[in-house]
């Protein structure tokens, strides 16, 4: 299979040279596996190396680190590690191992195995492949290459999906993603574990991973979609039910994500999967948004962000939809929102002035601020205290407004205000 080898993304190339040096001296066993192999197969480029070794995989992640400016990782409990290069590079090293789950939807107690014990612990065939890095061989125990010709998912064994949930959701999300199928004992494996409610099983914090990289999909709209038919989202909170009209929400967030994109408006880095999962609970109230919330784990920052959304007032959204409305009060109500919540207002409402007034903030007043400091203030003899914040309102109001335009005009207004007050 050396032809696969040549499949291999360029930038991987050095490291790759690196591990086949190391395994020749060593004298181990070395494979790639999972999806790295799947995805070398289908001729889908995929930069996560994920490494097996027959022996002891930390040390030879240690070895291969010290290559390399990298940082590892360990998880000794595991017998894993990972090496982080930069943030396009990520490499896992794992000894080879098997799994037992003393329970389901529980973590699994792992000890050391083969090669083949360690492709049997895996989810489905077509991430159950390796390739010696010695040999160049292609390892395929359990007809995953079939599968993947046939565009077929299929499970190593029956319980699955009851020993680990998640792979229902990995299941319907490698179906919509590569155009495959669940073939129809996994598909009544899969539903059995669903009349179980394995997924309301799950510890919430794993359900929260599985549910952000569905998210960051290229289409989580056809994911969440396909989770909507088989299992609906009583896994995420009791009262959540996913209409219609929010499906159309999903398909614009998309339009809305490039629109954005293409206007360079973005100031920061931008998590685009938080507003699929807005839309996605759009329809609960905020004190269930904030259970979910609470539930998955979310970091503060990211549930601070879809409260905001849910807590926007009818009278914002009433004035955002007027035609006649001034800069300092577009600025008043969006200055404070994330990227995030913009995008969604501009996502659910259609009102055209609504869209017109979140454009004219990207494009002129976000992060608009006034020339004069506190220095200034105390120059003209104000003394420091919360008159200062009042006084800068008004300047940014005023020139949010047009009214004032240069540092000269802004004191000339300072000016006018103190006399006023005097």
């Known amino acids: ?89 990520k490499i896992d090293f794992s000894s080879a191992r098997r799994e037992i789950y003393p329970k389901p939807a529980q973590l699994p107690i792992v000890s050391p195995g083969s090669l083949r014990d360690d492709l049997l612990r895996r989810d489905f065939t077509i991430n159950a492949m390796a390739i010696s890095l010695s040999t160049s061989r292609l390892i395929d125990y359990f007809d995953g290459v079939n599968d993947l010709r046939l565009k077929k998912i299929r499970v190593l064994h029956p319980l699955s999906f009851i020993d680990d949930p998640t792979r229902i959701l990995r299941a319907i999300r490698f179906e919509q993603r590569y155009g495959l199928k669940i073939e129809h004992k996994t598909l009544m494996f899969l539903k059995e574990a669903l009349d179980l409610k394995m997924l309301e099983k799950l510890h919430p914090h794993r359900l929260r991973d599985d549910l952000i990289i569905i998210l960051k999909e290229n289409n989580p709209d056809r994911v969440l979609k396909r989770i909507q038919k088989l299992a609906g989202f009583k896994f995420i909170h009791p009262a959540l039910k996913v209409p219609a009209k929010t499906f159309s929400l999903f398909k614009s967030i998309k339009k809305e994500i490039n629109w954005f994109k293409a206007g360079c408006f973005e100031r920061r880095s931008m998590d685009y999967w938080i507003i699929y999962l807005m839309a996605l609970l759009d329809s609960l109230d905020l004190n269930c948004v904030k259970k979910v919330c609470e539930k998955l784990g979310l970091r503060k920052g990211e549930t601070k962000r879809i409260l905001a959304y849910k807590q926007i007032s009818k009278k914002s959204i009433s004035d955002l939809s007027s035609s006649s409305l001034k800069p ?60 200062y914040q009042k006084i800068f309102a008004q300047v940014l109001n005023a020139k949010l407004n047009s009214k004032v335009r240069t540092k000269e005009e802004e004191l000339a207004l300072i000016k006018s205000l103190v006399k006023k007050r005097s």
Do not use: C, W
């Open 328 to 387: 300092s009060r577009i600025f008043a109500i969006l200055e404070p929102l994330s990227y995030e919540v913009i995008l969604m207002l501009k996502v659910k409402y259609s009102n055209r002035n609504l869209k017109r007034h979140i454009l004219e903030f990207l494009e002129i007043y976000n992060g608009m601020r006034v020339f004069v400091s506190g220095d200034d203030l105390h120059g003209m003899g104000l003394k420091p205290g919360p008159s």
């Open 1 to 89: 299979m050396t032809k696969l080898f040549k499949k291999i993304p360029e930038e991987l190339n050095i490291y790759i040279l690196n591990m086949r040096q190391i395994t020749r001296r060593s004298n181990l066993s070395v494979y790639f596996v999972g999806g790295f192999v799947r995805d070398l197969i289908l001729g889908v480029k995929n930069l996560d190396l994920d490494i097996v070794v027959e022996g002891d995989g930390i040390k030879f992640a240690n070895d291969f680190a010290g290559l390399f400016m990298g940082k590892v990782t360990e998880h000794k409990n595991f017998g894993t590690a990972t090496f982080v290069l930069n943030e396009f590079l």
